[in-house]
């Protein structure tokens, strides 16, 4: 899940020259950083839930939880427990 | 007493956090009419000093040009001061309706709506034609007042790489199952002085089934050939579905803007547009001088034609001094420092020297990307514009940058 959101960054967010200059990890500030700007980020919160069958409410889609891929996984994990259970 | 200590304090903690960050805004307050060259009072109780101008949206130099002027005077005379009013309910004059006709003719469309600004015209239209089936896929750079105006707007949002067609395409298939698809750009990009490859987007629009919305408020009166806008640069003239423009650039410069585009949407905008049904008509003398504008850019391309030539000569002069600049095809020249504290230190150096200019970083731009924006003028003439390179080369000198490029700007500085 970690690597496919990462690709999606890559490709949603960065041009090419940024993506091959940039390294991109689970810890990488996003929003803070302006790689994403919170304007923007809608498409990448349709595309976890497209992919994980999960609706993240839009008050739980703020800025600080999509800052880091780790952070977006913490909240895409809590809605697909909720989803399992 | 409602405003506890607590509170004020909490607002004061706010503001320093402003101040440390740096991006503390400040007033500089001009002692002239706008103009090329202006009398500025800076810092706060420090003498005027008369500087050159690079940093005003007065394209064609019309914000006290005396025919204008005197249009307004005359509309104060016979027409009032204020309208005390909404337009639908006893705001609109001959002059509101006038104006709204010339606009459509100059811009190439159906029908005008005046706003009392063009960020309202932003911040009504969405919200007054779309709903919940619909889609609106905007650039990522567009002006914060659209910005705003989406957010407004029930509609599903999605966002494009600036400028980039491949990537708009994308979202163009991904949202096939939408009713309407809008498409949204700036004609000019006002802090990269780019243009929309508009032509391109119309393709696309066709191919994909989508509506067109330009926001041409830096363009508007100059880009063209004949200054109608972008989409006359790029012989799209006619084919655009909403168009939003500001009177408050080079169109005089003083307030108010439109929606201009097709007879339906134009009319939903005056029984829905929130900002247009609850705000005051725009004030008869500056309708009437936005009037005279239209009448005096209709006449001759005289004006534009100054800016395009000393907005060539300035692009070529800045960079064979050794600056970085953004690419465009505008009067918006960026030249690029890349590092905040540079862009405001050059900017407070060029003051010194006689030149009024502006540093802007994250977040207004993207983080390293700060730069100065230059604006020319119509107004400009040589000895101002080759004053202004002097000192731009020496400010350059003294930091050492001129013929950088931005790895080696970056190096020295930061970013």
């Given at each position: 899940m970690k690597e496919l959101i990462l690709e999606y960054i890559r490709h949603e967010y960065l041009d090419e020259d940024e993506a091959a200059d940039m390294v991109l990890d689970d810890r990488t500030p996003l929003i803070s950083s302006g790689i994403v700007d919170s304007f923007s980020m809608v498409s990448l919160k349709r595309f976890l839930e497209k992919k994980n069958g999960i609706?993240?409410?839009?008050?739980?889609?703020?800025?600080?939880?999509?800052?880091?891929v780790a952070s977006i996984m913490v909240l895409v994990n809590k809605h697909l427990a909720k989803k399992g259970a | 007493m409602a405003y506890a200590s607590t509170i004020k304090e909490a607002f004061q903690a706010d503001l320093a956090g402003i101040r440390e960050k740096g991006i503390y805004k400040e007033e500089r307050y001009i002692h002239s009419p706008q103009a090329a060259h202006i009398q500025v009072e800076y810092p706060r109780g420090a003498p005027t000093r008369e500087v050159v101008n690079l940093c005003a949206n007065n394209y064609l130099g019309l914000s006290s040009h005396p025919d204008v002027v005197a249009a307004a005077h005359r509309a104060l005379d016979e027409r009032g001061y204020g309208?005390?009013?909404?337009?639908?309910?006893?705001?609109?004059?001959?002059?509101?309706?006038?104006?709204?006709?010339?606009?459509?003719?100059?811009?190439?469309?159906?029908?005008?709506?005046?706003?009392?600004?063009?960020?309202?015209?932003?911040?009504g239209v969405f919200e007054a034609i779309l709903g919940p089936d619909d889609v609106m896929i905007s650039d990522r750079l567009v002006h914060a007042s659209i910005v705003d105006g989406i957010r407004?707007?029930?509609?599903?949002?999605?966002?494009?790489?600036?400028?980039?067609?491949?990537?708009?395409?994308q979202k163009l298939q991904e949202h096939q199952?939408?009713?309407?698809?809008?498409?949204?750009?700036?004609?000019?990009?006002?802090?990269?002085?780019?243009l929309a490859p508009l032509d391109q987007i119309v393709a696309l629009a066709e191919q994909y089934h989508a509506m067109v919305f330009l926001d041409d408020s830096h363009a508007t009166g100059f880009i063209g050939k004949t200054g109608r806008g972008v989409h006359e640069h790029f012989g799209v003239f006619g084919n655009i579905d909403i168009i939003t423009t500001?009177?408050?650039?080079?169109?005089?410069?003083?307030?108010?803007?439109?929606v201009s585009g097709r007879k339906e949407i134009v009319e939903l905008c005056r029984q829905r547009a929130r900002p247009y049904l609850f705000s005051n008509a725009v004030p008869p003398p500056i309708a009437a001088a936005s009037l005279k504008v239209l009448e005096i850019l209709s006449a001759t391309t005289e004006r534009r034609d100054k800016l395009e030539a000393n907005a060539n000569f300035w692009r070529k002069a800045v960079v064979d001094a050794g600056f970085v600049i953004k690419d465009g095809d505008s009067p918006i020249v960026p030249?690029?420092?890349?590092?905040?504290?540079?862009a405001q230190d050059v900017a407070r150096d060029l003051f010194a020297e006689g030149v009024y200019v502006v540093g802007f970083f994250f977040p207004v731009v993207a983080a390293g990307q700060a730069r100065i924006r230059t604006q020319l003028s119509a107004d400009h003439d040589m000895p101002m514009l080759q004053r202004a390179l002097e000192s731009f080369k020496k400010v350059g000198a003294t930091y050492g940058i001129l013929g950088l490029d931005k790895k080696g700007i970056i190096e020295k500085f930061g970013s």
């Open positions: 609706n993240i409410p839009d008050e739980e889609a703020t800025p600080q939880a999509f800052d880091t | 309208m005390s009013s909404v337009r639908f309910i006893c705001g609109t004059q001959d002059v509101h309706r006038q104006l709204e006709e010339k606009l459509t003719e100059f811009l190439g469309t159906e029908d005008t709506i005046l706003f009392a600004s063009c960020l309202d015209a932003n911040a407004l707007c029930k509609a599903m949002h999605d966002t494009y790489k600036h400028a980039d067609m491949a990537h708009l395409e199952d939408r009713r309407i698809r809008l498409i949204i750009t700036d004609g000019v990009f006002s802090m990269d002085g780019d500001t009177l408050g650039k080079a169109l005089g410069g003083a307030s108010g803007g439109c030249i690029m420092l890349f590092n905040a504290k540079l």
